[in-house]
């Protein structure tokens, strides 16, 4: 097995390497989602179904629960936070890999401490989450369009 790390740098190459786990069998894709994540009550867990008006696209069903990160934004403008340890350890290796317009200090950043605020070549200041995480330019002040689709290639690649 190779280490996140590793992983990172194979996906950094522009492949897709997808992190899969198939269930054999005709089970109901609810029963399962229910026996592992509680019937639902297990925290930030989430169970994502394909349309089914067109059959060919109605046959997926994806299912996530206890991940190590939260994405979360609008548009361009978005947060990522660890939501464990493996999230934690995942957030510095996805700056390393892509994210070069993105600081990450220690665990925690508190609003108005960012260590970026007042220097941010994009805006004055940096209003930051009380939470381990790092954010993304807010729309008022994007960052070059390279900049932007490398900030998301990691997540795709990892299966975010």
């Not at 989602?33 to 994502?48: E, Q």
């Not at 700056?95 to 260590?115: F, H, K």
Request: hydrophobic share 35%; charged share 20%; proline share 9%.
């Amino acid at each position: 097995m190779i280490s996140l790390k590793q992983f990172l740098k194979l996906a950094s190459s522009g492949r897709a390497i997808p992190l899969v786990e198939q269930v054999r069998g005709h089970y109901w894709p609810l029963d399962l989602f229910s026996r592992i994540s509680d019937y639902g009550r297990a925290k930030h867990c989430v169970l994502l179904e394909s349309a089914e008006v067109v059959r060919k696209y109605g046959e997926h069903s994806l299912a996530a629960v206890d991940p190590c990160l939260y994405v979360c934004g609008r548009g361009q403008s978005f947060k990522i936070t660890a939501l464990n340890a493996r999230g934690r350890r995942l957030l510095p290796m996805l700056r390393e890999a892509r994210c070069d317009e993105l600081s990450l200090p220690g665990t925690r950043w508190r609003a108005g401490s960012c260590p970026r605020a007042g220097t941010c070549p994009r805006r004055s200041g940096c209003t930051c989450p009380i939470m381990p995480t790092f954010c993304a330019p807010s729309p008022s002040s994007p960052a070059p369009r390279r900049n932007r689709s490398a900030l998301w290639r990691p997540l795709r690649h990892v299966g975010l």
